[in-house]
Each structure stands twice: as structure tokens, then as C-alpha cells.
């Protein structure tokens, strides 16, 4: 999804709503409680007839509870994917009018849902490890290749690892050592949908959506 998309046709709350529903139930709302798909529908909430709650499509997803408005946050994702060298916090809090602070949460929260699989070690509760940077790195370089034998993914394994040491020691000066671990969360999702459709808008979509 680009930018200009976004700003033309989900330019109101109520399109984004539409959207993501379309994405999350395609046209069947589903009780995010209880499972059912008996509602009735007013406005962009619907009411479960099984469990009498009444829900919307951001409920249980990294949306739910944000004061930031739908359009932003699709904005956001399109920024972040777009920029093949990532983006600052900084940059994005100018490109879609928010403060600093809200822009680098927003980073966070998209990060995190790029993250595939876990890895403790890059965890913030460890960080009082205090490993050198080339530390790290090495732990990251064990990350990307575990579990993975056969020849292509070596090869995918080889250049994502010189992928990220180009991006993570271009952009070192700017990231928060502790969440390393997200910044390479981010690297690795674009690198491996680097060839997808608006670098995998939809799927990381669905990911924020936690489908
Ligand atoms: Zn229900």
C-alpha cells in the first residue's frame, strides 16, 4: 500500500475501519470474545448475540486502545516498509504530524509486530549484560541462521546477515542498544519481503491485526 493510497482513499476513520475489517473478517464480524459471527451492526461497532458484547475491529489487536487515529497508524507502516534504510523516529514523527515520543512508541509497537519468533537474549530485562556491540552482533548473526540447514537458507542466511550489518552499522548511532533485538525484527521482515507487493503491507497488516 503506498503512501498516496493511503492519504487518498483511507483518509477517514470510518474507511480504515472498513478496511481492516475487510482484512481481519473479510465482510463477517466475528466476536473477538467469544467467536461467534451473530452480531448486528450499528455504525462500526457490532453487538454479539451470543455473548451481548459489543466490539469493533481494532479490539484485541496492537491497535486496541490507541488515541492515535487509523490513518496515521497505516501511514506508518507504509513509511516504515517503504524506507529500504529504515526510518528515525524523528523523521516519522514529521512525516505523519506526531510528537517524538508517539512516533518511536508507534515504532515499537510495528517492530514488535514484525518480530518473528523469539530470542531471549536481545530481550530489555537482559540488558544488563552489557556485551559490546560486536557481541551482539554475533548473537544476532546466530540468530538469523538457527534451525536452518539446507543450502538456500544459507545462502538467504548469508545475505541478510551482510544486509544487516550494512544497515545496522549505518544506522548504529541511532538506535537504542537495548531494542536492537526490535530493529533487527524489522530488517529481517523487510529483507525477506523484498520482493512482495508493497513489501508485505497485508501481511504485516494481519500481524498488527494478530490474525
Ligand atoms: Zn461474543
Redesign the pocket.
Known amino acids: 500500500m503506498t503512501l498516496t493510497y493511503i492519504q487518498t482513499h483511507l483518509n477517514t476513520h470510518k474507511k480504515c475501519v472498513k478496511y481492516l475489517e475487510k482484512l481481519r473478517w473479510k465482510g463477517k464480524p466475528t ?1 473477538p ?2 467467536g ?1 459471527d451473530k452480531s448486528t451492526s450499528k455504525q462500526l461497532r457490532h453487538t ?1 448475540h ?2 451481548k ?1 459489543s466490539y469493533s475491529v481494532t479490539v484485541k489487536t496492537t491497535f486496541h486502545n490507541s488515541n492515535l487515529p487509523l490513518n496515521k497508524w497505516l501511514s506508518a507502516i507504509s513509511i516504515i516498509l517503504s524506507a529500504k534504510k529504515g526510518v528515525s523516529s524523528l523523521q516519522l514523527a514529521r512525516d505523519i504530524s506526531v510528537n517524538k515520543n508517539t512516533a518511536w512508541l508507534l515504532q515499537m509497537k510495528i517492530r514488535a509486530a514484525m518480530a518473528e519468533g523469539e530470542f531471549e537474549y536481545f530481550k530489555p530485562e537482559k540488558r544488563e549484560l552489557r556485551v559490546t556491540f560486536t557481541g551482539r552482533m554475533n548473537e544476532v548473526k546466530k540468530w538469523i541462521s538457527y534451525e536452518k540447514e539446507d543450502v538456500d537458507s544459507s545462502n538467504r542466511d548469508q545475505h541478510l546477515w551482510n544486509h544487516l550489518k550494512r544497515a545496522i552499522i549505518g544506522q548504529y548511532h541511532r538506535i537504542d542498544e537495548r531494542y536492537l533485538y526490535r530493529y533487527v525484527d524489522e530488517i529481517r521482515f523487510k529483507f525477506d519481503r523484498k520482493s512482495k507487493t508493497f513489501f508485505g503491507y497485508e501481511d504485516l497488516i494481519s500481524k498488527v491485526l494478530k490474525l
Do not use: E, L
Open positions: 466476536c470474545y467469544c461467534s454479539c451470543q455473548c458484547r
